[in-house]
């Protein structure tokens, strides 16, 4: 088993910046990569960001390219992604989940919420 729990929501207006935190617990040695969700009020949840524990390597949506940066620290079990320049479409549930060898995400966290104000 493996526990997730995000941190760092809250309300930012449009241009802000926040940082979130997801800290894993658990058989974290199973974990391949980490990588953050968002879903929208009405919409289905959608890819953000996502790196490899080993290596370093990320990627992320076309929607938050060069505004959002994920990043890890392996002795805090911890990854984060910073969001800059946010508008009100990045107002979502964020989720942060863990995927094994087999590369499919199956821990979640509880979510954070992130509210974007015009």
């Known amino acids: 088993q493996v526990q997730l729990v995000e941190s760092g929501g809250g309300l930012v207006q449009a241009g802000g910046s926040l940082r979130l935190s997801c800290t894993a617990s658990?058989?974290?040695?199973?974990?391949?990569?980490m990588g953050w969700f968002r879903q929208a009020p009405g919409k289905e949840r959608e890819f953000v960001a996502a790196?490899?524990?080993?290596?370093?390597?990320?990627g992320y949506a076309d929607s938050v390219k060069g505004r959002f940066t994920i990043s890890k620290d392996n002795a805090k079990n911890t990854v984060y992604l910073q969001m800059n320049s946010l508008t009100p479409e990045d107002t979502a549930v964020y989720y942060c989940?863990?995927?094994?060898?087999?590369?499919?995400?199956?821990?979640w966290g509880q979510g954070t919420q992130v509210t974007v104000s015009s």
């Open positions: 989940a863990s995927s094994g060898p087999g590369g499919q995400y199956d821990y």
């Open positions: 658990g058989r974290t040695s199973r974990n391949s990569a």
């Open positions: 790196i490899i524990w080993i290596g370093g390597n990320t």
